[in-house]
């Protein structure tokens, strides 16, 4: 058995629940084992974070005291998984509907590789969920979708892990119940739900919760928690309502800050659009692997097909390209901005001295993306950890990766803004001299240097436009010439319109001098 955890309401009444049930068998047929996951994306509203790893902690001390079969687990993502060392050392843009990146790397893989190993183990497993139907219209929808192929009374196959079956104990409950039984039954281990009810009512917009009289009372509880980088909402309000409700929370504001400044949604007070102009400053126009790609051309060209023979000019140019990762100078400047906040909430939060923004496992992947994947041999992050912190950077060394001093780059940097043209980007030029010394500098102890030419080649082909403007030109060309017919083909299609193909030994022509297996 598997309860999945979140410290939220719905999944505590389901650990109350099973705990309650195992308290009530004999010892003697308390032999199986419940395994309680929590999934820590890193990434958590800090006060639930904290809050679950508190519950945790004393929920596997009170079962070992009662004898309960229940084990917690604490799960996290892979370092290569993290939010912020795909965010800001892959540079991928903030989370959003149409680039849902996050939650397979954060939440589901975690939690899956578990569930795996348990199936893999003991040959099958039961997961426990706090899913009910009446949290959203989508939900009850996905659930009655699920319930028909349920093969006993609520145990639904996991279509995603072979093995395993669902069951959901509290899918037809309400709002109201929940809270009537967190409220009406104390908690088994001990941590106790008046303090959930609290922590509830914190993130609620007012500070308080109602009296329920009727079905047009808002209820207590509806706050939802996640991820407090989270952009797929317009607005983090529990963390909000937290800072707003308690002023001993206010050291929470440079983590809402942060969240607001990677949302490319437009602010209050500016223009439609403006977000979205702001979100493809801070990106690059080339994808992750250095290609271009056209965006709504194709759809332009179908409305209009005289467009596909007409030149894109002036803005029309530049939006052409999908923008992709986040560049060099922003990244560098967020991080910068991290550290700052995590230093902040140190010195003025509440017990808050060792708390991370960012861990320095995460640090140590960014630095290596940075420098070997993305050619970045400036080495920035030491530089920036000890400026913001004061402190050395406690990560270990990455060796011989930068074949140029500090100084010796500074001077490639102004040498190619001396070099650029009027219309040229310096950055161009100096990344693809740089790309291409980083290559050198990789392969030169290899006593075979097979890959050297290939690797010098992609990196002449990512950095060989003047400009973004002239990038897009380039690629528009590049769609036109795939479409339009090849030569061969023209002079087929000409051939056909004269020339109609009989069966040979047919010579009843009907046009003089013209064999007869021709018409």
């Not at 309960?68 to 939010?83: C, G, N, Q, S, Y």
């Not at 109201?176 to 088994?188: E, G, H, K, M, R």
Request: charged share 30%; glycine share 6%; net charge negative.
């Amino acid at each position: 058995w598997i309860i999945g955890y979140s410290g939220g309401k719905d999944s505590t009444a389901c650990v109350q629940l099973v705990w309650n049930a195992l308290a009530g068998l004999p010892k003697d047929q308390r032999h199986k084992v419940v395994h309680v996951i929590s999934t820590d994306t890193l990434v958590e509203n800090p006060v639930v974070s904290s809050w679950v790893e508190r519950s945790l902690k004393t929920m596997g001390a009170a079962a070992e005291r009662h004898g309960i079969p229940v084990e917690p687990h604490h799960l996290r993502p892979e370092v290569v998984d993290t939010f912020w060392v795909n965010l800001l050392g892959k540079g991928y843009p903030s989370p959003r509907h149409m680039f849902r990146w996050c939650t397979e790397r954060l939440k589901i893989r975690p939690s899956n590789a578990f569930i795996t190993r348990i199936v893999r183990e003991q040959g099958e497993a039961i997961l426990v969920l706090g899913t009910r139907k009446q949290e959203s219209i989508n939900r009850a929808r996905t659930m009655a979708r699920h319930a028909v192929h349920q093969v006993r009374n609520r145990l639904t196959p996991n279509a995603s892990l072979l093995g395993s079956l669902i069951y959901t104990p509290i899918e037809d409950w309400s709002n109201d119940d929940v809270w009537a039984y967190l409220t009406s039954i104390a908690n088994p281990w001990d941590y106790p739900n008046e303090h959930l009810l609290g922590m509830y009512a914190g993130a609620t917009e007012g500070g308080e919760c109602p009296l329920v009289v009727d079905s047009s009372t808002p209820s207590c509880g509806d706050s939802r928690f996640g991820c407090w980088v989270c952009t797929l909402v317009d607005k983090d309000k529990s963390m909000s309502a937290m800072i707003q409700n308690d002023l001993e929370k206010e050291w929470m504001l440079p983590l809402l800050d942060l969240r607001n400044e990677l949302d490319m949604r437009d602010r209050p007070e500016e223009e439609q659009g403006t977000g979205l102009k702001r979100d493809r400053t801070r990106r690059d126009f080339r994808r992750i692997d250095g290609r271009l790609h056209l965006y709504a051309q194709d759809e332009k060209m179908k409305e209009d097909p005289k467009r596909s023979k007409k030149k894109l000019h002036g803005d029309e140019l530049e939006r052409a390209l999908v923008h992709g990762p986040y560049v060099q100078e922003w990244r560098e400047g967020f991080l910068r901005k991290l550290l700052t906040a995590q230093m902040q909430i140190r010195e003025h939060g509440l017990d808050m001295s060792t708390f991370e923004v960012i861990t320095v496992p995460e640090l140590e992947q960014i630095r290596r993306i940075w420098v070997i994947e993305k050619n970045e041999i400036e080495d920035s992050l030491p530089r920036i950890y000890q400026e913001v912190t004061g402190t050395p950077y406690p990560g270990s060394p990455l060796g011989d990766q930068c074949p140029l001093d500090p100084g010796a780059l500074a001077l490639l940097q102004e040498v190619c803004q001396e070099l650029a043209g009027p219309e040229e980007d310096w950055h161009l030029r100096y990344g693809m001299v740089r790309e291409m010394l980083s290559q050198e500098s990789r392969y030169r102890t290899q006593r075979r240097r097979a890959g050297l030419f290939e690797a010098l080649e992609k990196g002449l082909q990512r950095h060989h436009y003047w400009n973004e403007r002239d990038a897009a030109a380039w690629a528009k060309d590049r769609l036109r010439s795939e479409r339009a017919p090849s030569e061969d083909l023209l002079i087929l299609q000409d051939l056909s319109s004269i020339l109609v193909v009989t069966p040979s030994g047919d010579d009843d022509s009907s046009e003089p001098g013209l064999p007869g297996a021709f018409k």
